[in-house]
């Protein structure tokens, strides 16, 4: 262990708060650190359905919910156009959704400011033929989908820029507190083991759905109320609009489109542990009973991936009910920041809870405010006005902008590793540059591949191949091996979602696909040292 770092602030959390706090701190002349024990977003920012909402979710029993996130949603069409697909939003009232709900609808939007237009029924179908030919009344609100890794990616450039840093694969292991003060943090590396220590005046949490487990460190206790979100994948885009089913929030009652996929969700169930839980054949059976009501033939449509993801939800120990912990959608999904020089004694030290991925600015804003307070900072806040990097203003993406930009550029061979997605030999490069080190897991969420139709069968050995490439050329000895590993950890990740949905055809395709890697490839003498069930884990053997 090296001599120790020092920072005005350390961040604790990757995802997309921990971000966009890096960035607000930064832009204030805050020289801060920002420690991820993963790669970024790969906590519940990455494991989310995709939607950025209008709101329109939360009108009717969060008001302030809603208010906050139609003003973020505005906020970031602005200032992260790149990250955003406009695809609009409706709200349809299905034959089993109440004429009550219905009817009160537009007027609570409105009351939160929420923009909201009825349109006929026709016009809906006319766009959406996949949807329920029964519905009754079409709502159109300004939902969209927002790609969070890229959004993660530029508030840390925005936070470079600016003087400060990010280290991802850095788990904290130990805060040191004298009195009333926190005055080290302790980092271990993932992935070498060495020790880092660090000493910061401030300490902010963003840890999201762990937030009780850091302020542990410090003898402080924050009480999460973990809430498992399950969501599924599809094969294709049944629709090219975010579509709701108006009525009170419920299992399996929205579709976003995102991508080359659509994603169904969600479910709400409390866990005691982020970090375990289990993903059942039943709720996926739910989700696709329920999903049926706006899209009737979506039984018959192949399934990619079940995935879950657990959200943040907080609420003050002298509001629990008993309604909130049987239902976590009883709980507010507005934010909290806790002082825990007010609550604990701790005075240098913040986390920030609850929210959801519109409001993460907002949330930081509401967080580095309190800080700067403490620290005697009077720089005002620049997040909702500064377009972040590598975006154009006004220039949203869409479905074929990768294929669109590669023939602005003349056409010809693009080099595709993923073909799905449109991933390019020169993307990939480039972003190896900028990342070196990363795993294949690492470079879907960077670039999106293998989170096609695929779902990595045809991409991931061309990927490995070009990180032993890469290896090669930087003089690593065993390459070989070192593409071996890259190529069973990702389909290690890739197989654990098509478990709870291994039957009829999605069955089908995890034969293919194990054909390919284990009877193509060989994949299955690969691996030693391995236990039986990681073995079969990696050829898909859920047979």
């Keep these: 262990m090296g001599e120790a770092h020092a920072y005005d602030v350390l961040v604790v959390g990757g995802g997309a708060t921990g971000a966009g706090v890096l960035r607000d701190l930064a832009r204030r002349g805050l020289r801060t650190l920002l420690v991820e024990r993963g790669d970024y977003g790969s906590g519940t920012t990455g494991r989310y359905h995709g939607l950025l909402h209008s709101g329109g979710r939360y009108v009717a029993k969060d008001a302030l919910a809603a208010r906050e996130c139609i003003a973020e949603n505005r906020i970031l069409r602005r200032i992260a156009p790149a990250s955003i697909e406009d695809t609009g939003g409706y709200f349809v009232a299905t034959p089993d959704d109440p004429d009550d709900y219905v009817d009160g609808f537009q007027a609570a939007c409105i009351a939160a400011d929420v923009d909201c237009e009825e349109i006929p029924v026709v016009e809906a179908l006319r766009r959406e033929p996949a949807l329920n030919p029964g519905i009754r009344r079409v709502f159109k609100l300004p939902d969209g989908s927002v790609e969070p890794w890229q959004l993660i990616e530029s508030n840390i450039a925005d936070a470079r820029a600016h003087g400060s840093d990010a280290w991802s694969y850095q788990r904290l292991v130990g805060m040191e507190r004298d009195g009333d003060r926190i005055v080290a943090a302790m980092l271990r590396d993932e992935r070498s083991g060495s020790l880092t220590r660090v000493t910061p005046r401030f300490v902010i949490s963003c840890a999201g759905a762990w937030a009780g487990q850091i302020a542990a460190m410090v003898n402080v206790t924050v009480t999460m109320h973990p809430g498992k979100g399950t969501m599924l994948i599809f094969n294709q885009r049944m629709t090219d609009t975010v579509i709701n089913r108006c009525h009170k929030s419920s299992d399996g009652d929205i579709m976003v489109p995102v991508h080359t996929v659509a994603i169904l969700g969600t479910t709400e169930q409390r866990v005691e542990d982020p970090d375990q839980y289990e993903i059942t054949r039943d709720e996926v059976a739910a989700l696709i009973r329920q999903g049926e009501k706006l899209f009737p033939d979506l039984g018959n449509m192949r399934l990619l991936r079940a995935y879950a993801g657990v959200r943040p939800l907080y609420q003050p120990p002298a ?21 825990h020089g007010a609550m604990d004694g701790v005075e240098n030290f913040v986390t920030i809870v609850g929210g959801k991925l519109t409001t993460f600015r907002r949330m930081a804003e509401d967080t580095v405010d309190m800080v700067c307070a403490k620290l005697g900072v009077t720089e005002p806040c620049t997040t909702a006005d500064a377009i972040l990097p590598n975006q154009v203003p006004g220039k949203t993406y869409w479905l074929g902008h990768r294929l669109a930009d590669h023939e602005a550029e003349g056409g010809g061979d693009a080099g595709l590793l993923c073909e799905c997605e449109f991933v390019t030999r020169p993307m990939l490069d480039d972003f190896l540059d900028r990342h070196p080190g990363c795993s294949l897991d690492d470079m879907r969420r960077g670039t999106r591949l293998g989170m096609g139709p695929c779902q990595g069968g045809f991409c991931t050995f061309r990927a490995a191949g070009v990180l032993a ?59 030693e040292h391995e236990t039986p069930e990681a073995s079969r884990e990696v050829v898909g053997a859920q047979r």
């Design 319 to 339: 509001e629990v009910t008993a309604a909130a912990m049987k239902d976590g959608r009883q709980i507010s999904r507005a934010h909290t920041v806790l002082d």
């Design 469 to 527: 490439e890469r290896a090669g050329h930087a003089g690593v000895a065993d390459v070989a091996e070192l593409a071996d590993r890259a190529i069973l950890g990702f389909l290690r990740e890739r197989f654990k979602g098509t478990r709870p949905i291994a039957a009829g055809r999605q069955l089908q395709e995890q034969w293919m696909i194990s054909g390919v890697y284990e009877g193509g490839l060989g994949v299955e003498s690969l691996i």
